[in-house]
């Protein structure tokens, strides 16, 4: 494959990450400054869960966002692994097409590669099923 078109469509998710991340931040501090919690946006509790008792892949998703966006990167991590990891990649990916924007090119791009993707369902699949063991081993709902 050629490497311009490597970067040009690198250079392309980096605007849509742009456009994803400016609307994202812009609504939770939205409903920061309305006074509802980011947690409380989604009223409607996990279908699986409450028809099977079981977790879903996603559960714990918006608490794991909710406390990231709080710092606390602990929580999030606990909550759902698969949100800080997103959020360290999406970081360093923005990080540096926005130095190499400014550096007119004297700073390498971090390039998409699937390996990135990859990587996330690997997380999103471990965690889940550490989260099912836990409930039929112990019978511990881990996230309350």
Partial sequence: MDDTYEIRLSRRCYYVCLGICAVGFSIYFVLELMGIPFSKVNP???SLLTTYGLYCPGCGGTRAM??????????????HPAVPYTAVVLACYMISHTLNIFTKGKVKAMLFRPIYCYLLIAIIVVQWLVKIVMIFASGAYVLG
């Fill in 44 to 46: 409607y509790p996990c």
């Fill in 66 to 79: 909710a406390a990231l966006m709080k710092g606390d990167f602990v929580s999030s991590f606990l909550y």
